[in-house]
């Protein structure tokens, strides 16, 4: 699982839609395709037209010029990477710890 590359694009995604400067949201476009070019290209399954439109969407960069790659993520984090991360040993572990550390606080 890349779910770690997935959740901090879907971040800059989120972040990256609050831009209300032109130059600045041409900047941060290209550093978020940078920066997660690696990711698209291996690690998440995007498909290649996606991938095309958001290399032609960083020229002239809107809002919107993530949104489609980013609703794919979230549908794969939805369906893939939360059940398993539900259902792994670390959240296990730590469900058991809080609900440990909890009962040990209500009775002190």
């Given at each position: 699982e890349h779910s770690d590359g997935s959740i901090e694009f879907w971040l800059a995604c989120e972040a990256y839609k609050k831009i209300t400067s032109q130059r600045k949201r041409i900047s941060v476009a290209r550093k978020i395709y940078n920066d997660t070019s690696v990711i698209f290209m291996f690690q998440i399954n995007i498909d290649s037209?996606?991938?095309?439109?958001?290399?032609?969407?960083?020229q002239e960069p809107k809002q919107s010029c993530f949104d489609e790659a980013q609703r794919i993520i979230s549908m794969h984090m939805e369906r893939d990477s939360y059940p398993q991360f539900l259902e792994s040993k670390f959240n296990q572990k730590l469900k058991h710890s809080l609900q440990t550390n909890g009962n040990n606080s209500m009775v002190n």
């Amino acid at each position: 699982e890349h779910s770690d590359g997935s959740i901090e694009f879907w971040l800059a995604c989120e972040a990256y839609k609050k831009i209300t400067s032109q130059r600045k949201r041409i900047s941060v476009a290209r550093k978020i395709y940078n920066d997660t070019s690696v990711i698209f290209m291996f690690q998440i399954n995007i498909d290649s037209p996606v991938r095309k439109a958001i290399i032609r969407n960083i020229q002239e960069p809107k809002q919107s010029c993530f949104d489609e790659a980013q609703r794919i993520i979230s549908m794969h984090m939805e369906r893939d990477s939360y059940p398993q991360f539900l259902e792994s040993k670390f959240n296990q572990k730590l469900k058991h710890s809080l609900q440990t550390n909890g009962n040990n606080s209500m009775v002190n």
